[in-house]
């Protein structure tokens, strides 16, 4: 059964960094791309980054790029995301996703909040 357990999300000032956690099982990690999503209240579900099972290439929305940094740990089942020079809108909560054999998978999500 697949599980993703995400962590790290919190209350930080503009310009702050936080650097969320996800942790997996429940399948064979290494072998699958892993990607970060968010959802901000009203709106839809967006693509933050993207991470290859090696961890050798990367993918960022617009939004993020410059500031976010996606990487993994296959030896502990792993992902991160590491957020500096935060801003309100990346206010959200965050999600770790991995799609297996066309069915994508969520965790519970961790709510990020920017504000002064």
């Known amino acids: 059964q697949v599980q993703l357990v995400e962590s790290g999300g919190g209350l930080v000032q503009p310009g702050g960094s936080l650097r969320l956690s996800c942790a997996a099982s429940?399948?064979?990690?290494?072998?699958?791309?892993m990607s970060w999503y968010r959802q901000a209240p009203g709106k839809e579900r967006e693509l933050v980054a993207f991470?290859?099972?090696?961890?050798?290439?990367?993918n960022y929305a617009d939004s993020v790029k410059g500031r976010f940094t996606i990487s993994r740990d296959n030896a502990k089942n792993t992902v991160y995301l590491q957020m500096n020079s935060l801003k309100p809108d990346d206010t959200a909560v965050y999600y770790c996703?991995?799609?297996?054999?066309?069915?994508?998978?969520w965790g519970q999500g961790t709510q990020v909040t920017v504000s002064s």
């Open positions: 991470i290859t099972s090696a961890g050798d290439s990367t």
């Open positions: 429940g399948f064979t990690f290494s072998i699958y791309g």
């Open positions: 996703s991995v799609r297996i054999a066309f069915v994508r998978a």
